[in-house]
Structure formats: C-alpha cells, structure tokens
C-alpha cells in the first residue's frame, strides 16, 4: 500500500466575527436556538477578502510549516465552491503569489461542496503516485458569506468563512484508503450558479435541513464502516476522527450510531460555524498547532455535502 505524507498544515480565517446575538439583530433567531441546535457561537466573516486571499494565507503558512522548497510544488488543488471567479480558478489565482509561475505546476479548483477538501487530498493521492518526486498544495477555501440570503434564518447562522492548507508528498510507506461517493439530488442543498435563460432565482443558498440532516446521519457512516471494514480495524483502532464541522448535532448522532468516543472528536464548530471545505483542513492545521498529532496516528477524515457528495479517507500522521 503507498499513499501521502503531510508534510504540512496551514489556515486562516478573516479577523471579523458574527455571533449569535449579532445574527439576532439582522434576522429573527437568538443564541438559545440556534446554540443548542448546532453547536455554533459565532463565525468568521470576510468583509473585503476573496477566497483567493484566504486560500494563499493558508496555503503560505502550510509551506513554510512543510519547510519544503517551492520548486518541488507540482500541483495546488483548491476545494471550493466560493471561488472569486468562474475563470480563472482560484488555483491558477495563486500562482503569481507564491511565485510558482516560472515552474511547472498543474492548478485547479475542484468543486465538490463540504465534501471538497476529502475529493481534493484523494485527487492529490492518485496524482502524487505519477509524480513522487513533486508535492501538492491542497486547499479548501471558502467565502460562503457572499453565497448566503442574510435574511434567511435557516441558512445564514449556519456558515462562516475560512481555508485550510496542507502540503502533501508520495510515500511508498504510507497506508491510505478512501471510500468516497456522490448522487445526484439538488433539491437537498443548492446555489445555482450564472443564471441560464430566463432565470429568476436569486442566486443564494438553499437548504432543506432535515433532509441534508438525515443524509449526513446516514452515509458518511456507511463510508467510514466500509473503510473500517476494508482496513481490518474497529473503531476503537482509530486515534481521531475529522467529522466535517456541519453541526455538532450531527457529529453527535454519528458518534453514538459509530461508538467514536468524545476523545476521538476534534470539535471547533463553535468558534466557527460551518466553513464547507475548508473545515477539516482548518481542524488538520489547529491540532497540528496544537501538538495532537503523533507520528503514525490514525486518522479518519469524514466530509459530506451537496451533490450529494461524502466521503471517508484513512490516512496516518
Ligand atoms: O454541510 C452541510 C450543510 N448543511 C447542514 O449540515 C444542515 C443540516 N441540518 C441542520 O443542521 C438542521 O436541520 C438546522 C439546524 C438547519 C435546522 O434545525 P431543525 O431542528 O431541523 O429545524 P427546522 O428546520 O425543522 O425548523 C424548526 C422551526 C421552524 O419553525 P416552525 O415552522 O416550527 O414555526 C423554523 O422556521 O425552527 C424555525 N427556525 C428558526 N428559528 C429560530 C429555523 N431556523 C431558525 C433560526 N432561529 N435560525
């Protein structure tokens, strides 16, 4: 089995906050429902910075945490579905900032909503094995703030804005094994994109919650049972689980039907709401901050979103 080092981790979320008693002033909710119902005190919201400005704080911080030299990034994959342009990617935005346009890198943006993050280090893995001589910068980048209808209570308390970055390199050593799965509903959850023909809608966010509630219950616990499965380990076996930062409802549900012990969680939906595919990048980089992660670590990196998009990835430190 061969797979990917983290070499290492960056993030960087813009310095405005919202809180609930902020929320309660522009729209009609308060602290005691939304708090108990989601597990989120305040977010991060940009005022005047893209997802590309984000994105390139996280993913400077990630390189120079790596100690890698430049010239040895060949790719940079940006999870995002808040990207500052339709074209150019936010991937290719990045080059002339870090400097990496007199050398060969392959830059993209990859959109698979919360699920990102999870679809872009798997995208990393397949395309790290036909270069192992090169690293790739992944990043999950999001500016949701401009996505969300601030007078729709059900949406705007959920999200907040923020990136994360990792720096990854072959490894002929490393165990790695993904599940990772998608269908097609947009009903669910849903931002239409460049209005088509006669179009209407406002291009905001739309949700049906108990719907996306139930699903993200459901599959993401198939996916890590099957990686599990597949792996010979109970979850018992396992050091931390990355569950995407969604609700603290849900991770809660999903601890009790997979038995993951509180210990095992890494929580900070609190301090900052749902921040799609930046999440579990930004949890990577604050427990590596934080001295959490020991050398050979296993670790279960759980994301779900729209498309319907989930995901489970098996890596170790
Ligand atoms: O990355 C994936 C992103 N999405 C998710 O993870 C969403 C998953 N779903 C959820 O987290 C939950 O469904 C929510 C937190 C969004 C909503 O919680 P809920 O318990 O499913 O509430 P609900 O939609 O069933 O609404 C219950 C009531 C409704 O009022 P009525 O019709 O019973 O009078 C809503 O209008 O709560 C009302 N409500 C609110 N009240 C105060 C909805 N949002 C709010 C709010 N403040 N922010």
Not at 53 to 79: H, P, R, T
Not at 183 to 207: H, Q, W
Not at 233 to 256: C, E, G, P, W
Request: glycine fraction near 6%.
């Amino acid at each position: 089995m061969s797979g990917i080092d983290i070499l290492g981790t960056g993030h960087y979320v813009p310095e405005n906050r919202l809180s609930n008693d902020d929320l309660s002033k522009m729209v009609k909710t308060n602290d005691e429902w939304i708090f108990p119902r989601t597990g989120i005190k305040t977010r991060h919201i940009s005022k005047t910075e893209n997802t590309s400005e984000l994105a390139y704080q996280a993913a400077k911080k990630a390189i120079e945490n790596s100690g890698i030299d430049k010239s040895d990034i060949g790719f940079i994959i940006v999870a995002t579905c808040s990207a500052d342009n339709i074209m150019p990617s936010v991937a290719c935005m990045l080059l002339d900032r870090l400097d990496l346009n007199n050398q060969h890198v392959m830059a993209f943006d990859l959109n698979a909503a919360c699920t990102g993050f999870v679809y872009a280090l798997s995208v990393a893995n397949a395309l790290l094995a036909t270069r192992p001589d090169k690293c790739a910068v992944v990043i999950g980048a999001e500016v949701f703030s401009k996505l969300l209808d601030y007078t729709d209570r059900s949406t705007c308390i959920l999200f907040g804005d923020g990136a994360g970055a990792v720096v990854v390199k072959y490894c002929a050593s490393a165990k790695f094994y993904q599940v990772i799965s998608s269908k097609g509903n947009t009903d669910a959850l849903r931002i239409p994109g460049v209005p088509f023909y006669d179009c209407t809608e406002p291009s905001y966010c739309t949700m049906n919650g108990q719907e996306v509630f139930k699903f993200a219950v459901e599959y993401p616990s198939y996916s890590m049972q099957e990686v599990l499965d597949h792996l010979g380990y109970t979850m018992k076996d396992i050091h931390y689980v990355l569950f995407h930062q969604a609700n603290a409802r849900i991770v809660a549900s999903v601890s009790k039907r997979m038995k993951i012990r509180q210990e095992q969680l890494y929580m900070n939906i609190e301090e900052y709401g749902n921040t799609s595919a930046a999440s579990i990048a930004i949890m990577l980089d604050e427990m590596n901050q934080k001295g959490l992660l020991k050398k050979g670590m296993k670790l279960l990196l759980v994301g779900f979103g729209a498309g319907l998009t989930w995901g489970t990835i098996y890596l170790e430190w």
